[in-house]
Each structure stands twice: as structure tokens, then as C-alpha cells.
């Protein structure tokens, strides 16, 4: 496959017309991403019991955390790709795709190898409310025999956005959310399978997405040739991924962990607040969409200036990318504030599930103001290659203040889901402090100069 056109190219003319236009179909992707389990949810809440709405919140998180995980090491090829376009020497993207198939590959077999069989220990660790233990197993079961579509469909959507194209990812995740509507209307509504069905809706989604990718890309022109020979284990193309992407998968990973934690501490106080808090994480998915989106975008746009030495255009982006999704989380923090049992409605029929959500969410919507700053942050220091940074920041926070105060604040009586919640805003605040001082640190060393 070699191309007879180029990828956008982010290092030359305007930065903020390029940059949103590149993150909207990134958010659009992410959008109907987070509707895989958001649908799943919404069909069995609205035709299950509040123990299905259990398991498939507390399921659809682990999945949620593994799959974060390998998005967050294919993150390596997309900042590899970036960098080559920036330098002028996309034509290496074929041995660089070619490594990343056998080096995704073996995590996936490992992963399944490993989530199937452990779906039990798993959902005992996340002490699973007993009503919905069975449930909970189900879901992971199914859904880690899933795992190498999970993957394949991570390591495409890397790849396109390396090279500046998050209309493909978007196209194809986009079939993926369509077929796992329909398989959860046709198997949890219409066949009463509950959990099991939302499960095998999901995974049989993503396999289609996996397969209609596959076909676009045999027809797409890319800026690179893509041989048989070039699908092999490369040590030095494989040591450069991980060493972009391992730092940040680890952050993701121990992140993700330190949100299953609370999961783990909310299941212990019960079904009703264990499906309240799902149902808000839920919600909550779709409120970080947009600095999500402008964090991946920012790595990409970055990454290519980067490879080129502009860093002026890369800091003018993050600027540009923190004020608007700034403007966006202001109307989003309105919502999860104030309106949060409206959110949570969509998500459940039992009240008292609602309530429980509402009264979580509230600590999320004054998260909203301060994701839009670290998280542009974190696009843009995986952009110009600080992964390690990255993740430094994202433990710290994690364990030694998102943990830690969600379990204090568990153990206050009366217990209140909002108190457990403010664990995030403040773990968040400390982010954007570490990542205001890493800043200030390179200008005074000169690594940056803008």
C-alpha cells in the first residue's frame, strides 16, 4: 500500500482550525467509544434488575481499564508516527506498523489468555456486591474473549491519528457503536439475556468494527509502503513504542486501578451505591469527552512539531486547546452539578440508583473545570516525548491522593457519595499544579523555548 497523497501536516500555516478539526472526529470517536458500555448499561437498566446494572458497571470499568491500557502503549506508534511525519521521513511508518501488529499481537494473546480464565479472582478483588457476583464474572468472561479485536481495534486508531487522520477512526467506530445498539436491543431487550447479552453485543461489535477497518485500509492511500515483510519483531522499533508508550499505559493502568479501588470501596457499601456510582461513571465518560479528545489531539499535533522543532506551534496549541475546552466544561460542570439526576436517568429507572449517581456526580462537575487544563497537558507532554513525566504525575495523584481520600471519606458516617467523589477534583488540582512546574523546569533548562 503506498501513497499518492500526504497526511495533514501540523507543522506549517494555522494552529487552531487544524487542531479542532482534528479533535472533532476524535471526540465523535470517543463519543460513540464510551456508547459501547454507556448502551450496555442504558438497554439493561431500563430491562434488568439493579444487579445486572451492577455487574455491567463494574464489568464494563475493568474492561474500561484494560482497554485504556493498551490505547495508552499503542500511544507509542501514534507519537512515533507523528514524529517521523514532522521529520520528514514517513516512509519508515511500514516497519514501524509492521513491528507494532507482532508486538499487539502477543499482548493479545496473553490477555485473553489471562482475563478469561481470572474473570472469578478478578471480580472478587472488586468485591462484587454478592447479588451480582455470577453477573460481574459473565460480563469479564466474555468480554477478555474479546480481547484481540480490543487490541486490533486500538492499534488501527493509533496508527491514523499518528499520521493525521481521525476521520477513519471515527468511521470505524462508528459501524462498531451502530451493531452493538442492535445487538443489545436484540439480546438484552428482545431475548432477555440480561449481562450475558450486553457482553456478547460488544465484543461482536467490536469484531465487525476490527474487519470493516481492515477493508478500508487495504483501499486508503497512506504515506508509507505496508509489506509482509515489514510484520516482524523489530528490537528497535519495538524498544522506541514502549519506551514512548509503556510510561504512559503504566500511568493509565495504575490510574485506571486507583478508580477500581473506589469502585471496589463503593461495592462494599452496598448494590444500590455500587450501580449509583457506575451509572455516574458512565455519565461521566461522556463529560470528559472533549478534553479527552483535545488531550489526543494535542499529542498528535504536537508530536509533529516536535519532529520538526517548532515548539513555539506546539505550546500556542496547548494554549488553544485549554481555552476551548475550557469554554465547553463550564456548560458541562452546570450539568454534573446541578442537573446530575437528569444525567443519571438515562442510565436507570430505580430511584434510589439515581440518587446515589446524582450525589456522585456533583464532585465530578467541579472536576470538569480542571480536566480541560492537565489533560491538554498530558497531550502535549506525550507529544514531545516526556511520557515518563507523564506518568510520574498520574501515580502521584492517583495513590497518594485519590485513594487515600476516598477511602477517608468512605469511613465518615453518614457516608456520602459526593464526599467519596471530591477524591477527584483534588487529585486533579494536584496534577495541574506538577504539570505547571514541569513547565516552568524546561523553559528555565531550555527545552522549550516559547
Not at 521529520?87 to 489468555?113: D, H, Q, S, W
Not at 442492535?182 to 438484552?188: E, M, N, Q
Not at 528497535?236 to 519506551?243: D, F, K, L, P, Y
Not at 472536576?367 to 511520557?387: E, K, Q, V
Request: proline fraction near 3%.
Amino acid at each position: 500500500m503506498e501513497s499518492t497523497t500526504h497526511p495533514n501536516n501540523f507543522t506549517e500555516g494555522r494552529i487552531l482550525a487544524p487542531l479542532v478539526r482534528f479533535a472533532l472526529p476524535v471526540l465523535l470517536a470517543l463519543f460513540l467509544q464510551s456508547m459501547y458500555g454507556a448502551v450496555d448499561l442504558l438497554v439493561v437498566g431500563r430491562f434488568g434488575a439493579p444487579a445486572d446494572v451492577s455487574a455491567v458497571s463494574t464489568g464494563s470499568h475493568i474492561m474500561m481499564t484494560l482497554t485504556n491500557l493498551v490505547s495508552s502503549l499503542a500511544m507509542g506508534a501514534t507519537i512515533l508516527l507523528g514524529r517521523q511525519i514532522g521529520e520528514g521521513n514517513a516512509r519508515k511508518g511500514g516497519e514501524t506498523i509492521g513491528a507494532c501488529i507482532v508486538l499487539f499481537g502477543v499482548i493479545a494473546l496473553i490477555m485473553t489468555a489471562l482475563i478469561a480464565p481470572g474473570a472469578g479472582v478478578i471480580a472478587s478483588v472488586m468485591q462484587a456486591p454478592a447479588e451480582a457476583f455470577d453477573l460481574t464474572v459473565t460480563y469479564v468472561r466474555i468480554c477478555g474473549a474479546g480481547t484481540l479485536v480490543i487490541i486490533a481495534y486500538n492499534l488501527i486508531g493509533s496508527v491514523f491519528r499518528g499520521i493525521g487522520d481521525s476521520a477513519t477512526p471515527l468511521m470505524t467506530v462508528a459501524i462498531a457503536c451502530g451493531c452493538n445498539i442492535a445487538g443489545d436491543l436484540l439480546l438484552v431487550a428482545g431475548f432477555h439475556m440480561g449481562t450475558a447479552g450486553a457482553a456478547i453485543a460488544t465484543v461482536f461489535a467490536q469484531a465487525v468494527s476490527v474487519m470493516i477497518s481492515l477493508l478500508l485500509i487495504r483501499r486508503k492511500a497512506l504515506p508509507f509502503q505496508l509489506q509482509r515483510s515489514h510484520i516482524r519483531f523489530d528490537r528497535r522499533i519495538v524498544s522506541e513504542v514502549v519506551g514512548l508508550g509503556l510510561p504512559i499505559a503504566l500511568q493509565d493502568l495504575l490510574v485506571g486501578i486507583s478508580f477500581l479501588v473506589i469502585q471496589a470501596i463503593v461495592n462494599s457499601l452496598g448494590v444500590v451505591p455500587s450501580a449509583g456510582v457506575g451509572v455516574a461513571e458512565k455519565v461521566c465518560g461522556f463529560i470528559m469527552l472533549v478534553p479527552s479528545s483535545f488531550s489526543q489531539a494535542m499529542a498528535a499535533f504536537v508530536a509533529q512539531n516536535a519532529g520538526a522543532n517548532r515548539y513555539d506551534r506546539a505550546v500556542k496549541a496547548l494554549r488553544y486547546g485549554i481555552g476551548v475546552s475550557f469554554l465547553i466544561a463550564i456548560l458541562m460542570f452546570y450539568l454534573a452539578f446541578f442537573r446530575g439526576d437528569l444525567l443519571a436517568g438515562l442510565f436507570s429507572k430505580d430511584r434510589e440508583v439515581i440518587l446515589a449517581a446524582a450525589d456522585y456526580l456533583r464532585s465530578y462537575g467541579i472536576d470538569c473545570l480542571l480536566t480541560p487544563i492537565f489533560f491538554c497537558f498530558i497531550g502535549f507532554y506525550n507529544g514531545i516525548g516526556m511520557t515518563r513525566f507523564v506518568m510520574l504525575q498520574g501515580i502521584v495523584s492517583a495513590f497518594f491522593v485519590r485513594v487515600p481520600v476516598s477511602y477517608l471519606m468512605s469511613r465518615r458516617v453518614p457516608v456520602s457519595l459526593f464526599h467519596i467523589g471530591l477524591a477527584t477534583p483534588f487529585s486533579s488540582a494536584l496534577q495541574i499544579v506538577m504539570c505547571l512546574g514541569f513547565m516552568a523546569y524546561l523553559r528555565k533548562k531550555e527545552v522549550i523555548q516559547a
